[in-house]
């Protein structure tokens, strides 16, 4: 019988299906789709890399020949800051990749099978009860159903959000709603003209709530997409392709990087993406990565959270399938709410403008640099920095009043 069901074979699934099955567990992962498959996100942060080294995942992805990345740069009009994760204050790794996601994800999915997880796809959960002393999940693949009494259930599932939907556990999140258009492009950029290791962040040149991001691949292609609200994208017209090429060319600096770029795959738009849930677990089950709770893509956080919450979990769920006493809300939910936490503060403080005007002061301490350099390199959950946790907003808009001030 099987000891763990996991929904969804994305980076949180496919890590904790490698975590668990490396200790012995039967595991099986049911995915939706069919892998490889396209997805957004494709800008790891330097803090990823070390949970797939600690996990033993790393050297499949390594061997991939991915693009390397050092950091990050922002741009707005005249103005240029960027950031080198080997200058950042916590310790560990400096640098990390951009990926595309179909390739990326298969080869985490696929290193979880060869620790022994069973991985079945085109797989969809119709339904879950969590009432009684083991969950009871039904699953559907074409004209089979099957149930499954699992000893617990991950949910995994990204933006499917499979049980906060089966279990009324959603609640509206606290971002305004915003909309991401986005393609993968052949960038065709000219040698020299931008940094292909380091994930651009553009700024809209009057409206600093519009921003885009410029992601190179190795193999010459590159993830393009605009952020904004809804009603700005409501002010260009045309078909999905035509709207994001207005877009890019109101941005002036990005329209001239990109002047030669075709796209490579339609054009796609997630709306109202930001989400948050009643609880992250409950009886015989836990809510892992964006399954839970997501943010925003201008951290590039997604992957982050999903591999720390992938961690966690699977060590809590280790004692427990052990006959230990464990306790979810402190040993789960709060300590991965405390990078949140950072996020959400960072997110907020790119929107109303006060971490712009950190990331683009021209004299910068050093050392309070490092510290939003460790953030930006996904280190949230170090309590050494002061800039983490949730005081870190209070800080970054006390930083930002310095800033202006100066």
Same mark, same amino acid.
């Given at each position: 019988?099987?000891?763990?069901?996991?929904?969804?074979?994305?980076?949180?699934?496919?890590?904790?299906?490698?975590?668990?099955?490396?200790?012995?567990?039967?595991?099986?992962?049911?995915?939706?789709?069919?892998?490889?498959?396209?997805?957004?996100?494709?800008?790891?942060?330097?803090?990823?890399?070390?949970?797939?080294?600690?996990?033993?995942?790393?050297?499949?992805?390594?061997?991939?020949?991915?693009?390397?990345?050092?950091?990050?740069?922002?741009?707005?009009?005249?103005?240029?800051?960027?950031?080198?994760?080997?200058?950042?204050?916590?310790?560990?790794?400096?640098?990390?990749?951009?990926?595309?996601?179909?390739?990326?994800?298969?080869?985490?999915?696929?290193?979880?099978?060869?620790?022994?997880?069973?991985?079945?796809?085109?797989?969809?959960?119709?339904?879950?009860?969590?009432?009684?002393?083991?969950?009871?999940?039904?699953?559907?693949?074409?004209?089979?159903?099957?149930?499954?009494?699992?000893?617990?259930?991950?949910?995994?599932?990204?933006?499917?959000?499979?049980?906060?939907?089966?279990?009324?556990?959603?609640?509206?999140?606290?971002?305004?709603?915003?909309?991401?258009?986005?393609?993968?492009?052949?960038?065709?950029?000219?040698?020299?003209?931008?940094?292909?290791?380091?994930?651009?962040?553009?700024?809209?040149?009057?409206?600093?709530?519009?921003?885009?991001?410029?992601?190179? &691949?190795?193999? @010459?292609? *590159?993830? %393009? /997409?605009?952020? +904004?609200?809804?009603?700005?994208?409501?002010?260009?017209? #045309?078909?999905?392709?035509?709207?994001?090429?207005?877009?890019?060319?109101?941005?002036?600096?990005?329209?001239?990087?990109?002047?030669?770029?075709?796209?490579?795959?339609?054009?796609?738009?997630?709306?109202?993406?930001?989400?948050?849930?009643?609880?992250? &677990?409950?009886? @015989?089950? *836990?809510? %892992? /990565?964006?399954? +839970?709770?997501?943010?925003?893509?201008?951290?590039?956080? #997604?992957?982050?959270?999903?591999?720390?919450?992938?961690?966690?979990?699977?060590?809590?769920?280790?004692?427990?399938?052990?006959?230990?006493?464990?306790?979810?809300?402190?040993?789960?939910?709060?300590?991965?709410?405390?990078?949140?936490?950072?996020?959400?503060?960072?997110?907020?403080?790119?929107?109303? /403008?006060?971490?712009?005007?950190?990331?683009?002061?021209?004299?910068?301490?050093?050392?309070?640099?490092?510290?939003?350099?460790?953030?930006?390199?996904?280190?949230?959950?170090?309590?050494?920095?002061?800039?983490?946790?949730?005081?870190?907003?209070?800080?970054?808009?006390?930083?930002?009043?310095?800033?202006?001030?100066?």
């Amino acid at each position: 019988m099987v000891d763990v069901l996991i929904i969804g074979a994305g980076p949180a699934g496919s890590m904790s299906a490698a975590l668990l099955a490396s200790r012995g567990y039967d595991v099986l992962v049911l995915e939706k789709q069919k892998f490889p498959r396209f997805s957004i996100g494709e800008s790891l942060l330097a803090n990823s890399l070390e949970m797939l080294e600690d996990a033993g995942m790393l050297e499949p992805v390594m061997a991939q020949g991915f693009q390397f990345k050092n950091g990050a740069a922002f741009v707005h009009n005249e103005r240029y800051s960027e950031f080198n994760f080997a200058e950042k204050f916590s310790e560990g790794s400096p640098f990390t990749f951009q990926v595309p996601r179909a390739q990326f994800d298969k080869v985490l999915a696929d290193e979880a099978a060869r620790r022994g997880a069973r991985v079945e796809y085109e797989v969809e959960i119709t339904g879950i009860d969590v009432s009684g002393e083991r969950p009871v999940v039904t699953s559907k693949r074409g004209d089979e159903i099957k149930t499954h009494r699992p000893r617990f259930v991950l949910d995994a599932s990204g933006f499917g959000r499979t049980l906060p939907r089966l279990l009324d556990l959603d609640r509206p999140s606290d971002f305004p709603p915003r909309a991401a258009v986005f393609v993968h492009v052949q960038d065709n950029t000219i040698s020299g003209e931008f940094d292909r290791q380091k994930i651009r962040v553009g700024v809209h040149p009057t409206n600093q709530e519009v921003w885009s991001w410029f992601i190179p &691949f190795s193999n @010459g292609q *590159a993830s %393009l /997409g605009i952020v +904004a609200t809804p009603e700005h994208h409501a002010k260009f017209k #045309g078909s999905l392709e035509e709207r994001l090429w207005q877009l890019v060319a109101d941005e002036p600096k990005l329209g001239h990087l990109l002047r030669n770029a075709k796209a490579v795959r339609p054009v796609a738009e997630l709306k109202g993406y930001a989400s948050k849930v009643k609880s992250m &677990f409950g009886p @015989g089950f *836990a809510l %892992l /990565g964006n399954a +839970a709770e997501f943010l925003d893509p201008v951290f590039s956080s #997604g992957v982050t959270v999903a591999m720390k919450s992938a961690t966690l979990a699977c060590d809590v769920l280790h004692r427990q399938l052990k006959g230990e006493r464990v306790d979810w809300q402190t040993e789960f939910a709060d300590p991965l709410a405390y990078g949140v936490e950072t996020f959400r503060n960072f997110v907020i403080g790119w929107y109303d /403008g006060s971490l712009q005007d950190v990331i683009f002061f021209e004299n910068q301490d050093p050392a309070i640099r490092r510290m939003i350099c460790s953030v930006l390199a996904g280190y949230v959950w170090d309590t050494k920095n002061p800039y983490t946790g949730p005081q870190s907003g209070r800080r970054l808009r006390a930083l930002a009043q310095m800033c202006r001030a100066a």
